[in-house]
Each structure stands twice: as C-alpha cells, then as structure tokens.
C-alpha cells in the first residue's frame, strides 16, 4: 500500500514537498515514481529512480523537482520547487515491482490515492 502524503494550494513560485509511505512490504528494490494528472489530461511521468540507480525526471520538472528515497523509511519524496500553474494536477506515487525503470504509467504495479496540488498563479 502506497499513501502520498496532502498536497496543497501555493502560489507560483512557492515550493511544496509530497511524501509517498509504502506498507505491507519493502519497496526497497523496487523502482518508485512519481506521476501527476491535471484534469482532462492524461497521467503523465513526473519521476522516477530504482533503488541505488539514476533518477529520471520530465523534461518539465527538470531544475525544479527533486526525487528522493528513504529506504529505511520506505518512503519517497518529491521537492517541489519554483512552483508554476502548469504543475497543478493529481500527483500519484507507484511503485515497479520487477523490470527496469519505466515512464510507463501502466507498467506500475502499486499506486497510492494521489494528492491534490494548485498552484495559482
């Protein structure tokens, strides 16, 4: 079970940092990332690192979001910084449990209920 953390209303500019706790099993090995749906828009790849590997980021979020992992605490966590209007959306955590890291929405086999963030501008 993946359980993100609350979002929030910020303004442009403003940094936000989502959290994503896993339970039930370690999430250790497992690719983790993050994805986001605005609304009438498709889920879209936000981030995404394996365990000891590269982190993969949009090109949108590039310089402004930072993806990182707390095995100990098998949670992961998403820096947001720079927030801009375009960010606002659904933001969803998941988890792969096999295979290599993917930008794939469907390829993830665990997802959190996903978290609400505006951002006006």
């Known amino acids: 079970q993946l359980t993100e953390s609350e979002g929030g209303s910020v303004q442009a500019g403003d940094s936000l940092t989502l959290s994503c706790q896993a339970s039930?099993?370690?999430?250790?090995?497992?690719?983790m990332a993050w994805f986001r749906q605005a609304p009438g828009k498709e889920r879209e790849f936000v981030a995404a690192?394996?365990?000891?590997?590269?982190?993969d980021y949009a090109d949108s979020v590039k310089g402004r979001f930072t993806f990182s992992r707390d095995n100990a605490k098998n949670t992961i966590y998403l820096q947001m910084n720079n927030l801009k209007s375009e960010d606002t959306a659904v933001y969803y955590c998941?988890?792969?449990?096999?295979?290599?890291?993917?930008?794939?929405?469907?390829?993830?086999?665990?997802w959190g209920r996903g978290t609400q963030v505006t951002v006006s501008s």
């Open positions: 998941a988890a792969r449990i096999s295979g290599t890291m993917t930008t794939t929405w469907s390829m993830y086999d665990y």
């Open positions: 690192t394996f365990s000891g590997g590269n982190t």
């Open positions: 039930g099993r370690s999430f250790r090995r497992d690719t």
